[in-house]
T-cell receptor
Framework: DTAVSQTPKYLVTQMGNDKSIKCEQN?????MYWYKQDSKKFLKIMFS???????INETVPNRFSPKSPDKAHLNLHINSLELGDSAVYFC????????????FGPGTRLTVT | KQEVTQIPAALSVPEGENLVLNCSFTDSAIYNLQWFRQDPGKGLTSLLLIQSSQREQTSGRLNASLDKSSGRSTLYIAASQPGDSATYLCAVKDTGGFKTIFGAGTRLFVKA
């Protein structure tokens, strides 16, 4: 029954590795997002997809690559992980791009050692 | 560039008190403003969504107002309870590029 789900919940990895975080929504929404919450708890948009099309790419290093295989899924792949990538990553979805409520997943806590 | 500020950064109140959280934004060109609650180590829970054409929204003990022209929103919590303790975040959906901009949040602690 979970509306927006993410896997894994926790991810601990070493610098230089490549990792992926998966997100799925069962709300039938057209728009999905990735946010990063840093150690100071500040939330910032990274990417937004609408109907599988990239809409927002917010000055994120190109080591981060989102992929949307279908409207219900938006995955985040990160290459060559760095210490500064340690954060909580949230996936969210909404019915559309403008004027709609956003629903958030539980977050993935990434720790890079 | 849109900026969102929340005041106060932290607030501690005794149970039963009515309280107001403030959110201000610099650009009035928004689609909507959304208030969220975040418990420690958890995701965000949507509380209220106010469209740019609306003045307020209510849900139970919560009431959110929006004054787009002055770039302000308030979240009013009536008869606060210890279970209301959490971080409250406001976010605006910018018309310039559909970006969502978050404030830094207000950490609320309600003492029993």
């Amino acid at each position: 029954d979970t509306a927006v789900s993410q896997t894994p919940k926790y991810l601990v990895t070493q610098m230089g590795n490549d990792k992926s975080i998966k997100c799925e929504q069962n709300l039938g929404h057209d728009t999905m997002y990735w946010y990063k919450q840093d150690s100071k708890k500040f939330l910032k948009i990274m990417f937004s997809y609408n109907n599988k099309e990239l809409i927002i790419n917010e000055t994120v290093p190109n080591r981060f690559s989102p992929k949307s295989p279908d409207k219900a899924h938006l995955n985040l792949h990160i290459n060559s992980l760095e210490l500064g990538d340690s954060a909580v990553y949230f996936c969210a979805s909404s019915e559309g791009l403008a004027g709609y409520e956003q629903y958030f997943g539980p977050g993935t806590r990434l720790t890079v050692t | 560039k849109q900026e969102v500020t929340q005041i106060p950064a932290a607030l501690s109140v005794p149970e039963g008190e009515n309280l107001v959280l403030n959110c201000s934004f610099t650009d009035s060109a928004i689609y909507n403003l959304q208030w969220f609650r975040q418990d420690p180590g958890k995701g965000l829970t949507s509380l209220l969504l106010i469209q740019s054409s609306q003045r307020e929204q209510t849900s139970g003990r919560l009431n959110a107002s929006l004054d787009k022209s002055s770039g302000r929103s308030t979240l009013y919590i009536a008869a606060s309870q210890p279970g209301d303790s959490a971080t409250y975040l406001c976010a605006v959906k910018d018309t310039g590029g559909f970006k969502t901009i978050f404030g830094a949040g207000t950490r609320l602690f309600v003492k029993a």
